[in-house]
């Protein structure tokens, strides 16, 4: 069984950064895709960020230039670098895997079947 574990989050001011990190584990395969959610408040859930096993990676218009996530393959975790955060990124950030796609870096949350429990990112004003 995969499961996805991840650390990182906390709250931070405007202008800040802050660093999410997930891991896999249990994966059968390397070739699948991996990617960070979030939900904030009373919203629908939303990409951010996906990378696939090319490393490829694909961003949200409303993150791109701030954040950026990287994977090391050999140990099955991504990270989401997070910087000029700003009071709108506020919610709950979930790392989900796709593993049935090696290429690509849609957001059709139909295709990640895995889902991390979330940890919360807080931005003050």
């Known amino acids: 069984e995969v499961h996805l574990v991840e650390s990182g989050g906390g709250s931070v001011q405007a202008g800040g950064s802050l660093r999410l990190s997930c891991t896999a584990s249990?994966?059968?395969?390397?070739?699948?895709?991996l990617g960070w959610f979030r939900q904030g408040q009373g919203k629908e859930r939303e990409g951010v960020a996906v990378?696939?096993?090319?490393?490829?990676?694909g961003y949200s218009d409303s993150v791109k230039g701030r954040f950026t996530i990287s994977r090391v393959k050999s140990n099955h975790t991504i990270t989401l670098e997070m910087s000029d955060l700003k009071p709108e990124d506020t919610a709950v950030y979930y790392c989900?895997?796709?593993?049935?796609?090696?290429?690509?870096?849609?957001?059709?949350?139909?295709?990640?079947?895995?889902w991390g429990q979330g940890t919360q990112v807080t931005v003050s004003s």
């Open positions: 990378i696939d096993f090319a490393s490829t990676a």
């Open positions: 989900a895997a796709d593993l049935g796609r090696w290429y690509g870096v849609d957001f059709n949350q139909r295709f990640f079947d895995t």
């Open positions: 249990g994966v059968p395969h390397i070739g699948y895709r």
